[in-house]
């Protein structure tokens, strides 16, 4: 176990094909700290548009970018983490870490992002 799963335990974790892992916030507090704290500036930042959810993060890797079908799993994953998990297709925000920032005095998990694609999912679990 890593140090960084050790002083976060709260967080969903999913394997994807290729050993690419996807951490989603439960709760508020989490998403704030997944967000903020946990997340590497070339990491990927997921969150369904316009309703609550989970903050989903798809781990960078070194000289490696997820394909356009691994992120949008990674928003599926968004999307089953949200209010909208029995809305059919729904808009999920996508974007590097780097670009989520923490407006001043703003509640829990509340953020800003700049620079997102919008990825139209079905809310789903990766199989297995």
Known sequence: MSQEKHTFPKVYEYQLAGGWIVWAGRTDEDNDRLSIKIA?????????????GSHVLL????????DRNLRK?????AAYHSKARQGGVVPVACTRARYVTKPRGAKPGTVQIRK???????PALPAG
């Open 40 to 52: 590497k500036p070339n990491d990927w930042w997921f969150h369904v548009r316009g309703m609550p």
């Open 59 to 66: 781990r960078a890797r070194q000289g490696e970018e997820p």
């Open 73 to 77: 799993q990674a928003a599926a994953i």
């Open 116 to 122: 997102e694609t919008i990825l139209k999912v079905r």
